[in-house]
Nanobody
Framework: QVQLVESGGGLVQAGDSLRLSCAAS????????MGWFRQAPGKEREFVAT????????DYTDTVKGRFAMSRDNAKNTAYLQMNSLKPEDAAIYYC?????????????????WGQGTQVTVSS
């Protein structure tokens, strides 16, 4: 069992930055690839970013490439999502998730553990 707790969300203006954190407890954090997903009101949950177990490989949805950066610190059992140049369309609840795959998948159904989410609001 892995417990995931997100933090770092909040209300910002367009163009600002936020860093989300995902703290993991339970089984060995480095045994899981990690992902970030988001869900805006009235929309389905969508893939944002993923990182491999070692942290060497990352993958991003096209809409955040060049603005968001995912990282992890296996010694601290924490994954991060640095979000720069935020846009109003980035507003959503952001969820972190853990997958048993070596490389983080893009499909939500491939993740076995989920956090409760953290709200990101971006004003224009």
């Amino acid at each position: 069992q892995v417990q995931l707790v997100e933090s770092g969300g909040g209300l910002v203006q367009a163009g600002d930055s936020l860093r989300l954190s995902c703290a993991a407890s339970g089984r060995t954090f480095s045994s899981y690839s990690m992902g970030w997903f988001r869900q805006a009101p009235g929309k389905e949950r969508e893939f944002v970013a993923t990182i491999s177990r070692s942290g060497a490989t990352t993958d991003y949805t096209d809409t955040v490439k060049g603005r968001f950066a995912m990282s992890r610190d296996n010694a601290k059992n924490t994954a991060y999502l640095q979000m720069n140049s935020l846009k109003p369309e980035d507003a959503a609840i952001y969820y972190c998730a853990a997958s048993s795959g070596w490389y983080g998948p893009r499909a939500a159904q491939d993740y076995v553990y989920w956090g409760q989410g953290t709200q990101v609001t971006v004003s224009s």
